[in-house]
């Protein structure tokens, strides 16, 4: 049995006081949503360790946005791997494509940042997708797939019994567009076969969480197919109600 993720990035919004009670928010709504479903805030850097005192005592895990590649050092402006683990945080989203195409993300630098969150026992939301233009070039697999061979095909079978992977259309991200279910179940259904083609079964272990436009009313609809198994959620993450009634979309 797959992992049920319902992942929430804030990328940069809400002020520290904000961001607690929305954090506040999820906890106190959670117990209306199955625990199977595992849920995760991101909220950015300088909210963690007031989100990490929110969630205290409750199952809602704290996760980063993003680590530095190296472990310490004269690096002005970045935050460790080891620093963010130390408020609390279980995961880090890495490759997300905001960093890809505005902050020159390549697979050497994804493969650093990778190192440093296994080194400190953080699991990579490694996140994958195409653009619009790859996507109406049928593109789409081949550029997914070149982003899984130049990054995760690096990872020890240890390393990647602990990742969690999102497909995120870029075209579908903030837009209000969303993949079809179908869509979306092809391309993870083909993600799933690349991992399987490097780790086996253990690819059939391998949460494959759904980003782009995820919102309450297309939820249950993405999630109910097979190799979906979950959400990584932008702009229905900042409402509490919004973000637990996705989690309450899974009926598998
Ligand atoms: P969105 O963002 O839900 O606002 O489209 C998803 C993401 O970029 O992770």
New binding site residues.
């Given amino acids: 049995m797959r992992k049920k993720i319902v992942a929430g ?1 804030w ?1 940069m919004n809400t002020l520290p006081a904000e961001g607690v009670e929305l954090a506040k928010g999820v906890v106190a709504g959670r117990g209306e949503v199955c625990s199977c479903v595992n849920f995760i805030v991101c909220p950015p850097f300088t909210h963690l360790a007031m989100v990490a005192e929110a969630l205290n005592g409750s199952d809602v895990a704290l996760g980063a946005q993003n680590c530095a590649a190296e472990a310490k050092g004269a690096y002005t402006g970045e935050v460790a791997a080891s620093m963010i683990a130390a408020l609390g945080c279980k995961y880090v989203i890495l490759g ?3 960093r890809r195409q505005y902050y020159g993300e390549t697979s050497a630098t994804l493969n650093k940042k990778m190192e440093q969150a296994y080194a400190n026992n953080l699991t990579p939301i490694y ?1 994958v997708g195409e653009n619009l233009e790859e996507r109406e070039a049928g593109k789409h697999f081949d550029v997914v797939k070149a982003q899984i061979e130049e990054v995760v095909y690096n990872l020890t079978e240890e390393q990647f019994k602990n990742l969690v992977i ?1 497909y ?1 259309p870029v075209w ?4 209000g567009k969303t993949a079809t279910a179908d869509q979306a179940q092809e391309i993870h259904a083909y993600i799933r076969k690349v991992l399987a083609d490097k780790f086996g079964a253990a690819a059939a272990e391998c949460p494959i969480l759904y ?4 919102k309450p009313s297309n939820a249950a609809e993405i999630f109910a197919k097979e190799d979906v198994d979950g959400g ?6 900042l409402k509490a109600g919004d973000f637990l009634a996705i989690g309450k979309g899974f009926a598998k």
């Fill in positions: 990035n990328k997300h494509s905001e996140c999102a995120e579908a991200i903030g837009t980003g782009g436009s995820c990584l959620i932008g702009g229905a993450s």
